[in-house]
């Protein structure tokens, strides 16, 4: 976070930083005081913009137009850092020639399958390396199990050998490719999709390219504005490209910066309370690829790789220990045979569509409140409404705790209390004083908590709660002989309890484990090079092994921020082993010297035969630049002394992704699910791979070229205020918090208010597939409609924190929003969808329900109908 | 008192003969003013915390007395924040201290019309029953293919973002030696 100080040029898209993440923001005010250019791209002028240099209105949706124009100026002119991208990125690897763009085939790569809509990628692949490719079934698995993430810090596998063209003329070197791909995203297009200007364009792309380079960097930054997309991670990826071409990534004031908007939800992603991981990105088994123990770990190590993957023996024995403690041994392979197995989707969206269906009985909700914070909250209500029981484990009486007597679906007589069947147990939980223990910041950092006080009364932590339900469960199941109790015979469920109370597990025991201990000695382990694979050390999570290193909580330090300089690698303790910037060996040139006085930070000290600088170097220490791997090397030993990226399977930074990605190996411009136009590029409209649910309790706006789109002619998004967190659990229970934003609202620009008749401070409301929400309107020239293909098209926002419960209450913007994923990770696509607008209020009662099939059937949605994934030509259109 | 002290009390005096003539400082001040004390100086502890909402990592300082959080201000050492808080790190003491804070388990029986009081002992042995009831009902062994599965497709969870890493820890530990597979939180959102 500090190191934005160091950027000479900080963009901000897909984020309103300074209302979202306002303390954090200080360091780009603090880089703009000391000289940097700022620049906010955004569908709507916020407080980000408002103290930027330069602020562009763009389009909901379009970024990745946008980012391929600035990819397309900076190959056109030559602009990249051409000694960077030659050394530490695949610019020179060259392409299987079977290979076809979506420039050739109108916005599809080469191995779609219409059965499955994946992709075979073997033709996406290294020369010579067609073979590793997953084929369209096993593409199909990993979006189901949304895979990508379980790459998220390491890149598919490959093998360590390449083709490569030094010079980059070969016309399937990744340089050409690329280069190709991008040169229909010109400024002219630019401004045609995402209603830009081209001066305006110019502007950014001078600024970036500007400000890159062997002495200066740019820093770019973004939040969920650019994750809930059903082309989010290509989004993301586009970004990657643009950081890799201009020699921003892994030096000061540079990098990719995501904004997380939770306390601890990197933590949770790092050990993850997520279907499809274990501790340490490892995957969930899967019952087809990973049925022994040997598949799963070569699945993940994948012998004959470069790079620290090939030890994950190691780390998946030490979980296991760490997991099953003396009954995980070398004959059960460690007790891989007690891990349940998924078998494909079980996501949370899934998963809500099961309980409607009838099949998930019983539903813990820990800290989150899917009934305002979801996509579609009418799925997740009716689903909950659907339970056999329901834990709420919260500080307030959430709208998912009250439902089944005060949510919208009782008002429209969805929902009868007395026949609603779900048995309901609310259990207070501690506060963030009342419990100590880690979170994981938003830049890797765990940070410590001390305890203040004892929660009062029924209050508990979740530490408290799943280690006493695990204790009485284990106690309930002590007789069972049954083969599927073993697994909870087998656990290593001991801890050592304190507190007032005498029965609350020691957050630091927890903290042990997860960094690891030799099972002979009991000592905690250094770090993760310590693991073994043969049963003699335990770990609960390989990334984080090093943060008890010596026996000392590391994540408690905290040496004053004015004793240290900028990197303070004193304070708390950041993933992997104190890293504070990664791949920082890319910080130094080739040869290991720092690319310029100015933007030291790593470098090769040849009189000490070690790396060294301002942080800890993210590469073996004493591995000097000059060296090169023999030819049948693996693993770390296969890194090249210039190859930065080292969680690679090449150890570069990947402009084209050959493999881990599901929807193409570089990003292309598909429009939203729903959106009003059709895409200005393709035949293809959106993302072929997207993940949907084909059923008519979640629909989806149509959009071009399917009939009705103007049913739902405007484009809304939603985001945050500064004074409301997510769902108002933890907010509009507070007198300050609400009394500083009481109301819901939408805002929306003068020429739409009077497009639609709507009146300042009046009632509107906002209709889609799903539901209608109203909310007061604020009439401001924040929001302006963009000239778009030649059309004018009308955005709105929304803030989606309001609810029924609390002291302050409103309609919920995420009962709008319907289900379509981006296939590589599940995540939904929240900030961009189509919608009516409406002056005055929404019908209340049963005669809401009678509305809004009107608009379904006006939108021809009223047999359940969905556009199919691979655009089907217009003149085909019409009968469906 | 005398009468000179009796005159340089009264505000209006220290005013106009004083350094502060627009009366925002010590004209202004009364000895109850003086006698006040900051929260923050009376507290019997201070535990250094972070704050709960964002990932940004704002440190705090929460300082307790008598048993009681009676101020959360930002931590001036945090590299990350140096000392400030947004409105929400702001707000969060009442987020602790607020009479709004549910304290006590409520159980709600199916159909029920209302809340009802339930022992928290009680409420956990009986979520313990449901598990072991709802895990054995659900229980699928292997697939068609006779391979192992060992999890039940009847229990999901959400949650996580806004706990700590030890606690995210016990959850997945616990959930997947129960088989449970459906479990997920906010990161997914």
């Known amino acids: 976070m500090q190191d934005l100080v160091n950027a000479d040029c900080i963009i901000i898209q897909g984020s309103n930083m300074a209302e979202a993440h306002p303390v954090g923001f200080q360091w780009v005010m603090e880089a703009k005081a000391r000289g940097a250019t700022v620049i906010h791209v955004d569908p709507r002028f916020t407080r980000t913009s408002a103290v930027s240099d330069d602020f562009l209105p763009i389009r909901a949706g379009s970024d990745i137009a946008f980012l391929g124009g600035v990819v397309n100026h900076i190959l056109t002119r030559g602009l990249d850092f051409r000694e960077y991208v030659l050394a530490y990125t695949n610019a020179a690897t060259i392409v299987n020639a079977n290979f076809k763009d979506t420039e050739d085939l109108d916005g599809l790569f080469s191995g779609y399958d219409d059965e499955t809509h994946a992709y075979d990628t073997s033709t996406w692949q290294y020369e010579g390396h067609e073979e590793h490719g997953p084929g369209a079934a096993e593409s199909h698995v990993a979006r189901e199990t949304a895979a990508a993430q379980q790459h998220e810090s390491h890149g598919r596998p490959l093998p360590t050998q390449t083709l490569r063209d030094e010079t980059l003329q070969h016309p399937r070197c990744v340089y050409q490719i690329l280069k190709r791909h991008f040169a229909r995203y010109t400024p002219e297009v630019v401004e045609r999709v995402c209603g830009v200007s081209r001066e305006d364009f110019a502007t950014v792309c001078d600024a970036w390219t500007r400000n890159s380079g062997r002495d200066r960097t740019t820093a770019l930054v973004y939040s969920v504005g650019w994750t809930q997309h059903s082309v989010g991670v290509q989004y993301i990826r586009t970004g990657a490209i643009i950081q890799l071409l201009l020699g921003n990534m892994g030096r000061p004031g540079g990098g990719v910066l995501a904004l997380r908007g939770h306390a601890s939800i990197q933590g949770s992603t790092d050990i993850p309370t997520l279907f499809n991981l274990l501790p340490g990105y490892l995957p969930m088994p899967h019952h087809e690829q990973h049925e022994t123990y040997r598949q799963w770990v070569d699945a993940i190590r994948h012998p004959g790789q470069k790079g620290f993957w090939a030890d994950a023996g190691a780390y998946c024995a030490s979980l296991l220990k760490a997991y099953f403690g003396e009954n995980a041994t070398a004959d059960n392979d460690w007790g891989y045979g007690f891990l349940p197995r998924i078998t494909g989707d079980h996501g949370t969206y899934r998963t809500t569509l099961d309980m409607i269906d009838g099949k998930v009985k019983g539903y813990f909700l820990l800290g989150q409140n899917p009934a305002i914070g979801s996509a579609h909250g009418r799925a997740q209500r009716l689903g909950m409404a659907n339970l056999d029981w329901l834990v709420v484990r919260d500080l307030y009486l959430i709208e998912s705790a009250t439902f089944w007597k005060d949510g919208p679906e009782v008002a429209t007589g969805e929902i009868v209390p007395e026949d609603c069947r779900t048995e309901v147990f609310f259990l207070p939980a501690a506060s963030h004083v009342e419990k100590e223990g880690t979170f994981t910041q938003t830049q890797r950092v765990l940070q410590w908590r001390e305890k203040a006080v004892e929660p009062p009364e029924d209050c508990r932590s979740e530490l408290w709660f799943f280690y006493q339900l695990g204790r009485l469960v284990r106690d309930k199941l002590a007789g069972s002989t049954l083969g599927r109790d073993r697994a909870v015979h087998a656990l290593a469920w001991t801890y050592p309890v304190g507190g007032e109370r005498h029965d609350e597990p020691s957050a630091e025991a927890v903290l042990r484990e997860i960094n690891g201990y030799d099972v002979e000695t009991g000592e905690a382990l250094p770090g993760y090079l310590q693991l073994k694979d043969d049963g003699s050390t335990a770990c609960g999570c390989w990334i984080y092994s090093g943060v008890f290193a010596d026996g000392v909580n590391q994540a408690a330090r905290r040496k004053p921020g004015r004793e240290q300089d900028l990197t303070a690698a004193e304070w708390g303790w950041a993933w992997p082993m104190n890293r504070r910037i990664m791949y920082n060996r890319a910080s130094a040139d080739p040869e290991g010297r720092p690319w310029s006085a100015r933007k030291a930070y790593v470098w090769w000290d040849p009189d000490k035969g070690e790396w060294t600088g301002k942080d800890i170097p993210d590469f073996e220490k004493t591995k000097p630049p000059t060296y090169r791997p023999p030819e049948d090397a693996t693993g770390p030993a296969a890194l090249a002394g210039d190859d930065p990226f080292i969680q690679q399977g090449d150890g570069k930074g990947w402009l084209f992704a050959p493999g881990g990605l599901i929807d193409g190996p570089m990003p292309t411009h598909y429009e939203p699910v729903e959106s009003p136009v059709r895409n200005p590029l393709y035949g293809q409209q959106a993302n072929p791979t997207r993940k949907v649910y084909d059923r008519s309790d979640s629909l989806l706006n149509p959009a071009p070229p399917e009939p009705h789109a103007e049913v739902f002619p405007y484009v809304f998004s939603t985001s945050r205020l500064t004074e409301h967190h997510t769902a108002g659990g933890m907010s509009r229970q507070l007198a300050y918090l609400s009394e500083l934003q009481p109301e819901m609202f939408i805002e929306v620009s003068p020429a739409l208010a009077d497009e639609r008749g709507l009146a300042h401070l009046g009632w509107a409301h906002v209709v889609t597939a799903r539901a209608a929400i109203e909310a007061r309107v604020l009439v401001t020239e924040r929001m302006r409609p963009l000239r778009v293909d030649d059309r004018m098209i009308h955005q709105v926002w929304l803030p989606y924190h309001f609810g029924f419960a609390g002291l302050v209450t409103g309609d919920a913007a995420n009962d709008l929003i319907g289900i379509a994923l981006d296939p590589n990770v599940l995540i939904q696509e929240s900030k961009v969808g189509t919608c009516d607008v409406r002056p005055g209020r929404r019908p209340v009662g049963p005669a809401l329900l009678g509305y809004l099939a009107d608009y379904r059937r006006r939108a021809g949605l009223d047999n359940g109908h969905h556009a199919p994934l691979r655009t089907v030509p217009a003149r085909h259109q019409g009968e469906s | ?189």
């Not at chain 2, 809340?115 to 229980?139: C, F, N, Y």
């Open chain 2, 1 to 189: 008192m005398g009468v000179r002290t009796w005159i340089e009390g009264w505000p209006v005096y220290r005013q106009l003969t004083g350094t502060d003539p627009l009366g925002r400082g010590a004209a202004a001040r009364s000895p109850h003013t003086d006698a006040l004390t900051p929260r923050t100086e009376t507290a019997d502890s201070v535990a250094r915390s972070v704050c709960p909402y964002c990932a940004v990592g704002c440190g705090q300082r929460v300082f307790v007395k008598d048993g009681t959080v009676t101020q959360i201000e930002g931590d001036p050492d945090s590299p990350i924040s140096r000392g400030r808080l947004c409105p929400k790190g702001s707000a969060s003491k009442s987020l602790v201290t607020s009479d709004r804070r549910q304290r006590t388990v409520l159980y709600r029986r199916p159909y029920g019309p209302q809340w009802e009081p339930l022992d928290l002992d009680t409420a956990m042995d009986m979520i313990a029953d449901r598990v072991v009831k709802t895990r054995a009902q659900t229980w699928q062994d292997r697939d068609d293919a006779g391979r192992p599965l060992n999890r039940t497709m009847g229990i999901a969870s959400l949650g996580g973002a806004t706990l700590d890493n030890e606690e995210n820890y016990l959850i997945k530990k616990l959930f997947t030696a129960l088989g449970a597979i459906q479990i997920e939180n906010q990161a997914r959102i």
